[in-house]
């Protein structure tokens, strides 16, 4: 009976290119904001830091709340967005170890579910 010989992937493979970028793209998704809306949030926390601002002010407005109350909100907003940024970074470094440890396609496939499959 032959032998079936299965190549071992180096780092450099185009197959462990594939599966890093995979897990920068999931990354990138289930942080759940765009540069765009980074850029805006980045503001908004600016603003309920220093307790209030443009921004805040007209969707305190809109919400017929007080700026104040929006400021907590946006505080709390970002506190709950980089904790969910930091388990999805450890996820990120822990997928792409496993991926540069992996002996075939199908354990950097693993790899990538794992961290980021449904």
């Known amino acids: 009976m032959a032998k079936i010989q299965v190549p071992h992937f180096t780092c450099g493979s185009p197959v462990t290119g594939y599966y890093l970028a995979a ?11 765009s540069p765009a809306q980074e ?17 805040l002010a007209a969707e305190a407005l809109a919400l017929g709340v007080a700026v104040s109350v929006v400021c907590e909100r946006v505080l709390q907003a970002r506190a709950d967005w980089e904790r969910n940024a ?29 961290a980021f499959g449904d």
């Open 86 to 114: 930091h388990a999805v970074e450890v996820a990120r470094i822990k997928a792409k170890a496993a991926i540069r440890a992996a002996k075939t396609p199908a354990d950097m496939h693993a790899a990538v579910e794992a």
């Open 23 to 33: 897990v920068d793209a999931n990354a990138e998704r289930a942080r759940r904001v």
């Open 39 to 55: 850029v805006v949030y980045q503001r908004k926390l600016a603003e309920a830091k220093a307790g209030g601002g443009e921004l």
